[in-house]
Every structure is written in structure tokens, then in C-alpha cells.
């Protein structure tokens, strides 16, 4: 059986020159743990969101979001926006 090996080709990392990776901080993660604490309460006072209004009054939550928009529209619901989370409040 003939053994035909292919010439080895010089790729671009054959010059790769290894460069150190930066290293986290030892308590990173203790250090993210706290930050994400502080944002579970950025929640305002006597707030609703879209999925609990749509528990509320039995609705879907495309309904939900069509009434609370009308809500804002005539001015009796504002809406903050914390992070991801939308939340509702009475005016």
C-alpha cells in the first residue's frame, strides 16, 4: 500500500505568536453577584407588568399589551423601563 503523505504547507498560525490571555480578577464573580442583587430592587413602588395584568384579567398577553397601551395613550398608566422590564404605573 502506498504511502502518500501530504507536504506539510505553512498556515498563517504557523507564525502565531502566543500572546498571554488577560486573567479575571479572583472575586469577579463574587463582585457580579452583588451587582445583579442590587438590581432586583429597581422595581417602583406599587408597579405591574404586562404578563401580570394579563394574569390579572384572564387575558392574553398581546391583549394585555394592547390595553395598557390604551391606558398610556389617555394618560392613566406610565411605563418605566428598568433594564428588560417594562413596568406600569397608575397616574
Not at 504511502?3 to 488577560?22: D, E, V
Not at 408597579?47 to 399589551?65: D, G, R
Amino acid at each position: 500500500m502506498p504511502n502518500h503523505k501530504r507536504a506539510l504547507r505553512p498556515t498563517a498560525r504557523t507564525n502565531h505568536i502566543p500572546r498571554n490571555k488577560p486573567v479575571a480578577p479572583a472575586d469577579l464573580w463574587e463582585r457580579m453577584a452583588l451587582i445583579r442583587a442590587g438590581l432586583a430592587d429597581e422595581r417602583p413602588p406599587d408597579s405591574f407588568t404586562l404578563t401580570e395584568y394579563a394574569e390579572k384579567y384572564s387575558i392574553s398577553p398581546s391583549a394585555a399589551q394592547r390595553q395598557v397601551a390604551k391606558l398610556m395613550n389617555t394618560g392613566k398608566v406610565k411605563k418605566q423601563k428598568t433594564g428588560k422590564c417594562g413596568y406600569y404605573m397608575i397616574v
